[in-house]
C-alpha cells in the first residue's frame, strides 16, 4: 500500500522559515518524481517544487528563489525548505509521487497546514 506522509506544517510569521517533510511508504522512490503543491479554499492547485528522479528541479514561480526541494532517496523522504515566507505562501501542501515506469500515475499525501500570519 503505498502512502505519503507529510509532517512539517504549522504556524509561522512572515518572514519566518518552515521545513516540510514527506515519508514514502509502499513505492520504489528512487526512480520517481516527487514533489509538492499546494492549495487554498477557492483557488487552484498550485505547483510548488517538484524533482524528478535524476535530481532535476521545477518551482512555481511565486516560491521559486525562497523554497528549496530536496530528496533522500535511501530515506525515501522528500523535503521542502520553506524561507522568507509569506502570508500569501498560507495553504495546505500536499506532497505527491509521480511514478514514469506507471504512465506517470501519481500518489497523494493527506496534506498538511502551513499558516504563516503577517
Known amino acids: 500500500q503505498v502512502q505519503l506522509e507529510e509532517s512539517g506544517g504549522g504556524l509561522v510569521q512572515a518572514g519566518g522559515s518552515l521545513r516540510l517533510s514527506c515519508a514514502a511508504v509502499?513505492?520504489?522512490?528512487?526512480?520517481?518524481?516527487m514533489g509538492w503543491y499546494r492549495q487554498t479554499p477557492g483557488r487552484q492547485r498550485e505547483l510548488v517544487a517538484v524533482m524528478s528522479s535524476s535530481g532535476s528541479t521545477n518551482y512555481g514561480d511565486s516560491v521559486n528563489g525562497r523554497f528549496t526541494i530536496s530528496r533522500d532517496n535511501p530515506k525515501k523522504t522528500v523535503t521542502l525548505e520553506m524561507i522568507s515566507l509569506k502570508p500569501e505562501d498560507t495553504a495546505v501542501y500536499y506532497c505527491f509521487s509521480r511514478i514514469p515506469a506507471l504512465g506517470n500515475r501519481e500518489f497523494w499525501g493527506q496534506g498538511t497546514q502551513v499558516t504563516v500570519s503577517s
Open positions: 509502499g513505492i520504489m522512490f528512487g526512480r520517481n518524481d
